[in-house]
């Protein structure tokens, strides 16, 4: 095994301040302080049995599984425990309207069975290293977009030294505290990944859009692969004789139970946080950002719900796309509520004034503030633009593909263009657009196409529309103050795109002309939107951007001066990088009477049961075995139930999921899948008091595997602590 090999940059002591159980922390810099508090909590493992530098521990149990989520190994056979919304896709993908597992579950009942993920990889940690002095040292006496490019590319060589793509190791660095730390982590990625179980979509997603990010909660949001090998335990690509991996490290599995107030690890990869956010940065969120693209996905999430709850074919072929725009749907509308509710705006600006005055007369600090409110006032104005660019106008699938055809008109219009170009333009434009269309819905993406292009001239400013645009679909297809104006324009576009016309599309590739391309509906309402954003007003958001950044490099650098005598804990934003989080399982009161107990049970699954609902349908025989309270070893012996899912003040947000909570021990007891709706203003202000993440029970997990699944063989496997 490799060593880790660091060296300690800025003081732990000296990062972002902790309260309660709020942390995100890098295992290999726990420091003694945050270690004694662990175990003041109820700990009972050693720092090196959390991690270790020369020797196999938890932390080599921990995945990045798929593009942004966590697993476990939970066996020496390389078995994988994640949620069930992390391999939705590897599911829905596997899935047809025969064998559809989404629907109907699936569970491998000896290796033979266990189906290909394609696509899917797992990555596991193997060094870390500092590489702070060596990067900063680089980027003297330069600021802006001068030291964002010399910092990029240094990142970039960085990165190339410490990979190998022979091996399949990859490293990443990672900019911690804004830009005044560098690790620089080496993962190796695994790539044969197979499926070995799923619940039925109606377990693993039970309560859908009603009760996502809501307590109490009732999903069994797991599923289950395995990591394969070659026969030297070597990564390999997918091959029928590749063997199941032996890890250095795998979680036993407690069946045990526990009670309120019990010790509760998590560890993972959460992606991102900004708890050093700026008022300017809430307002922004709160007046613009959040509720634009909530309006936006509500819109785009109504029609293809229509469309879904008419064909099973359709339901299947769009689910991975509805649930990824699903769930953050409704977490950005709950966080505008949370920043408001607890005035999050005035508590930043409170914070904001003390570091004023502690600047004054500090040359390097003393502008950061006024420089800031007038970059995000230069912003401002265009920000809900940009919103509507990515989240509505190539929300559409059409559009987004037709978008992607610029490169092809490049190709085709370039001064000196080499047969070649066009060639291999083409070749990618036809390989991609047989993607597209196996998800490509017509009817919801159509409404979509016209709903948008409505809600963008009456939203967004009208100096900011592409020009001649809306005046061109008013002198063909009717006024721009009447809905059926928009449906009919979106009606023409569908109708008329050699996109989705494979004869036309075939005579395009066989003789592609720009004129043609320029011409057809779909190219030119997407080419429109497109030319007209990267003309006008691209340079202006990286203008904003690298402002941003470098006055929030300076404004976490002077608070680390400012906050360096009186400190205690403190800890680094979520960057996507290994964490640990540490807390209790734990009841709460949300408001005024109202009391959240910390566990639910089976009871109340079958009290939100409704036959034949979208969200609270369950499978015969999960009603069978749970009327007559058959859970066998798996039932909680103090509620004399079996506990679906629990709750604990862990600190963790969005690339957690999937993530192994443990005991004191440091065994498995269930997986993070979601925080609750009254603290979802988590990425920017961490709520000490209401905070909650909330955990599929692993008994639940077991219970279903064995007793639905009939899965006995994946049981046997586990190392159960009873």
Known sequence: MKKFLFTVFISVSFLLKSFADEGMWLPLLLG????????????????????????????????IFGGGCTGEIVSNQGLIFTNHHCGYDAIANASSVEHNYLRDGFYAKNKGEEIPAKGVSVQFLLSIQ????????????????????????????????YSDATQNIEARISSLFKGNQ?????????????????????IGKFGGDTDNWEWPRHTGDFSVFRVYTNKEGKTADYDAENIPMVPKWFLPVSIKGFKDGDYAMIYGYPGGTNRYETSFGVNQKIDIDNPTLVKLRDMRLKYMFEEMKKDEAVKLQLASSYAGIANYWKFFEGETKQLIKYDVF?????????????????????????????AYENWRPFSKHRVFITEGVFGSPLMAFASSLQQVEIALVQPGKKPSDVKNAIEAA????????????????????????????????????????YRAISSVHGELNDEQTFKKYAAFIFKNTFILDDEKWNAFVANPDAIVLQNDPAFAHASAFLVNYQNKYVAKFQQFNIKNNELGRLYLKGILEMDSVKAKKMYPD??????????????????????YDYVCTMSGVLQKYKAKDYEFDLPENLLELAKKKDFGQYIDKQKNDLVISFITTNDITGGNSGSPVLDAQGNLIGLAFDGNYEALSHKIAFDKDLNRTICVDVRYVLWCIDKLGGASNLINELKLVK
């Open 32 to 63: 003694q302080q945050v270690y004694s508090d662990m175990v003041k909590k109820g700990l009972k493992l050693s720092k090196e049995q959390l991690y270790s530098i020369n020797k196999a521990s938890i932390k080599d149990a921990i995945v």
């Open 130 to 161: 500092d590489v702070t002095t060596q990067i900063l040292d680089s980027l003297k006496g330069l600021s802006g977009i001068e030291r964002a490019q010399r910092q990029a590319r240094v990142l970039m060589n960085l990165n190339s030294k």
């Open 182 to 202: 560098f690790l620089v982590f080496v993962y190796q990625r695994y790539k044969d990944v197979r499926l070995v179980g799923t619940p039925t979509e109606s």
């Open 346 to 374: 005035n508590q930043k600006k409170k914070v904001e004034a003390e570091f004023a005055t502690w600047a004054n007369g500090k040359k390097e600090y003393e502008t950061i503030f006024p420089e800031w409110k007038t």
């Open 430 to 469: 036809s390989k991609a657009r047989e993607e597209f269309l196996k998800n490509e819905n017509k009817i919801s993406d159509q409404n979509i196409v016209g709903d948008v292009t409505k809600l963008f001239y009456q939203d967004v400013e009208k100096s900011q529309h592409p020009i001649d645009f």
């Open 574 to 595: 979520a960057t996507f990088t290994m964490r640990v989080s540490y807390g209790n399982v734990k009841s709460y009161r949300p408001r005024d009477a109202v009391f």
